[in-house]
């Protein structure tokens, strides 16, 4: 796995927008839920977005309304856009596949959590006030 912030890297104004990408080819999106994380500097991991095989979404309270997140299984390719940033969502972000925590229970995990799947190198999102 692997996550990016687009061409112009992960550094945007509060209120403004951008959309991260992890590419998961080599993944059945029928087998894995796929799930975004983030983690600013001095706090824990937190969980932001995943997406079930069977297409249901599930946001944690801090981006719901503002975040949304899809697939494109022919691509290979999870999407986070992300919208009206805010200097709080300042945070590396990272994504995940898991065979197992279906549902929410992704974004319910520790944040010492061992057990996923697989693990993404984390690409870093600054929000500027």
């Known amino acids: 796995l692997g996550a990016a912030a687009g061409v112009w890297g992960g550094l945007v104004q509060a209120g403004g927008s951008l959309t991260l990408s992890c590419a998961a080819s080599?993944?059945?999106?029928?087998?894995?839920?796929i799930g975004w994380f983030r983690q600013a500097s001095g706090k824990e991991r937190e969980g932001v977005s995943c997406?079930?095989?069977?297409?249901?979404?599930y946001y944690g309270d801090s981006v719901k309304g503002r975040f949304t997140i899809s697939s494109d299984a022919a691509k290979g390719t999870v999407y986070l856009q992300m919208n009206d940033l805010k200097p709080e969502d300042t945070a590396v972000y990272s994504c995940?596949?898991?065979?197992?925590?279906?549902?929410?229970?992704?974004?319910?995990?520790?944040?010492?959590?061992?057990?996923?799947?697989?693990w993404g190198k984390g690409t870093q999102v600054t929000v500027s006030s």
């Open positions: 995940a596949a898991d065979a197992h925590l279906f549902g929410k229970s992704m974004l319910m995990i520790s944040s010492d959590y061992g057990g996923m799947d697989y």
């Open positions: 080599g993944l059945r999106f029928d087998d894995y839920v």
């Open positions: 997406i079930n095989p069977d297409g249901r979404v």
